[in-house]
């Protein structure tokens, strides 16, 4: 006879396949009651990522992608954001439901959030050391000793050298690479099952820049991590994601495995983006840009909200919201995890 | 379409020793803030000066008995039969119109100078800091309605509130007085606590505690309450004189400390009628504290200096 046992309502991640993804995001909503009106930054955004994963958010500034973040995190500010609708599931259990104390010990422990900008994101007057062994204090209530000596060795972990030597310097003393890596390391303290790195490496040089990604693609792989990468940079996704998730004006406009999505994208905004690359090939020719900007969120246009700016835009784009649709091969076998919210997926994936 | 259409550098050994390489070079830069300024603050001289005044006058507020034999409060230390005499040998400062020697009433009152200062300036610190605080902290209508408390008090001018306060509860000694002080002095504190909060909470490090697991007690104490410690400090030094002055300007009209304590206000009032003909009794506590005022007033201008990062 097999007792299931149902009192464990987290289950245990890293040992084999668990019941469904890590975290799934169903129809989450997200507005900003604001005196101009609602702005709604988060219009029904579905993703869901499985231990050991790495999905990629791309997007331009103001497409919801941190929006989107913060709400798994809980660290929105409420008000003025709601969140009127959508389920956020961890481990199957859905977090909007939960009590504050509950999300409380889940963040930093389970989920963690690295943040684009690690100088203010590190309090400047407490020393890295403290900061890195509050992490333990607060979620193990370990001694302020011990809570010391995982710090130094976290520091190593992300290779910081000298990291005893450093463990009692202050955010400002380190350069802006260390510092991220210090991110990194306070992310990782508690081994949480989810990393959510809000753009990590935008505010970096570019040397610095690929070694903070394979750093961190080097310890996601070992925890066997999930880990959503908020980024507007297609070069950082293409060497680290699974897959990946296209957002405009708080919808998702397109999902594809990575390496698809790079050689036949199904949405005129990602072939837009794909093609606003700059590339040696095409050295001497004009670069391509998308015209027009982003929507104002206060009032997206009327039916798909990218219509101003699609040169393949119809009627139909300006009246009807188009669904996000499996997008299928010419034949009509299924592409798996491909899907496009754009009225003319077939003509812009088969050309 | 390639695979791949941006190569991004691969890690290797000369681009690690690179970022190595300018860390070391953030790390020469100076210490913490708190240090930083330490290390400004003892290449001063205004701050040397200003140190050494502030020394000697808690010396005399601790242990007034060194530095001079007699005592004020002793039966026999005023004999009238030495109204008015001027400075002599072995009573250098004279004496005063009840014939009481004045360098001993000058050194015992920096004892009630001292502890007015500073009993003022740590319960204006305290009020004003922690409401300050939960205003800025929790905000909305709790923020509003702490803010129109506190305008209710800094509206009260201080002589006003001063007899207002005396007329209710009487009172002539140093407690009272710092009293009347604090109840009228801590809006300034909570103004600068609250805007400091505001500023601070909104900064990336508060989402990044937060989104890290800690909660709001540790968020408010641990994270945001050492960000807005400078500023306080700057300001709590510099009041430490005005409230000093403020004593002595209150007893000097009677409203704040009275017979038989000792308050160097009160003194200069006394001498004030028969200044023409002997001003030493005047001179000599109005000299003791103004000294006084200008070390503490001092010392606040040399800490703003040192810690405000907007002055430099």
Known sequence: MTIIDQTDAVPAPRDGESTGPLLDVRDLHVEFHTREGVVRAVNGVNYSVNSGETLAVLGESGSGKSVTAQAIMGILDMPPARIPQGEIRFHGRDMLAMSEEERRKIRGARIAMIFQDALSSLNP????????????????????????????????????????????????????????????????????????????TTALDVTVQAQVMDLLAELQREY????????????VVADVADKIAVMYAGRIVETAPVHELYKRPAHPYTRGLLDSIPRLDQKGQELYAIKGLPPNLLKVPKGCAFNPRCDRAQDVCRTDVPPLVQVTERDGTALPGRASACHFWKETIHG | MSEKTIERPTTDEAALAKEIEADEKAAARQASLLKDGWADLRKRPMFIVSGLVILLLLALAVAPGLFTARSPFSDGFCQLQNSMTPPTSGHLFGYDVQGCDIYTRTVYGARNSIIVGVVTTIATTLIGGLVG????????????????VTEVFSALPLLVGGLLIMSIWGGGDVWSVSLIMAVLGWPQVFRIMRGEVISNKYNDYVAAARAL????????????????LAPVIVITTMNLGVYIAAEAALSYLGIGIQYP???????????????????HALLFPAGALSITVLAFIMLG??????????MR
């Open chain 2, 133 to 148: 605080m939960l205003a800025g902290l929790i905000g909305g209508w709790i923020d509003a309605l702490l803010s129109r």
């Open chain 1, 224 to 235: 066997r991590m999930g880990l959503i990468l908020i980024t507007h940079d297609l070069g």
């Open chain 2, 301 to 310: 201008d040399v800490v703003r200096d040192a810690f405000d990062p907007k």
């Open chain 2, 261 to 279: 304590n000792i308050s160097w206000g009160l003194m200069i009032s006394d001498a004030q009628d028969r200044f023409l003909t002997s001003p």
């Open chain 1, 125 to 200: 007057v407490l020393s890295v050391g403290f900061q890195l062994g509050e992490m333990f204090r607060v979620h193990q209530g370990m001694s302020r000793k011990d809570a010391k000596a995982k710090a130094v060795e976290l520091m190593d972990r992300v290779k910081i050298p000298a990291a005893a030597a450093r463990v009692n310097d202050y955010p400002h003393q380190f350069s802006g690479g260390m510092r991220q890596r210090i991110m990194i390391a306070m992310a990782l303290a508690l081994e949480p099952d989810l990393i959510i790195a809000d753009e990590p």
């Open chain 2, 213 to 228: 697991g800690a909660g709001s007690g540790r968020i408010a104490f641990r994270h945001i309450l050492p960000n807005t």
